[in-house]
Nanobody, 124 residues
Framework: VQLQASGGGLVQAGGSLRLSCAAS????????MGWFRQAPGKEREFVAT????????YYADSVKGRFTISRDNSKNTVYLQMYSLKPEDTAVYYC??????????????????WGQGTLVTVSS
């Protein structure tokens, strides 16, 4: 399983950005996919997760209403659309995948596969 995250960059506060996570290596219909982020000097934290089969989603309180996770089955790609970005959203964002039945999938230890991370910087 390979996960390739992309789409990070520099954006002003209040702006938007869309991250992509291209998955390859197997069929992902039974997977749950997630986005996590890690700011300098901080632990990796949960952002959002989606069930590839059902499309059910779950968000961290800090991003609820501002971020949207989605998937495109035809492209084997998961997206994280981010709106109303804040400086505190600055972090390296990682996508992850798992076949775990745990719900919600809001801990990094629940995930088996990780992408390389993409940097999001929000300026004030």
């Amino acid at each position: 399983v390979q996960l390739q995250a992309s789409g990070g960059g520099l954006v002003q506060a209040g702006g938007s950005l869309r991250l992509s996570c291209a998955a390859s290596g197997r069929t992902f219909s039974g997977y749950k996919m997630g986005w996590f982020r890690q700011a300098p000097g901080k632990e990796r934290e949960f952002v959002a997760t989606i069930s590839w089969r059902s499309g059910n989603t779950y968000y961290a309180d800090s991003v609820k209403g501002r971020f949207t996770i989605s998937r495109d089955n035809s492209k084997n790609t998961v997206y994280l659309q981010m709106y109303s970005l804040k400086p505190e959203d600055t972090a390296v964002y990682y996508c992850a995948g798992s076949t775990s039945p745990i719900s919600p999938m809001n801990k990094a230890t629940y995930f088996d596969y990780w992408g390389q991370g993409t940097l999001v910087t929000v300026s004030s």
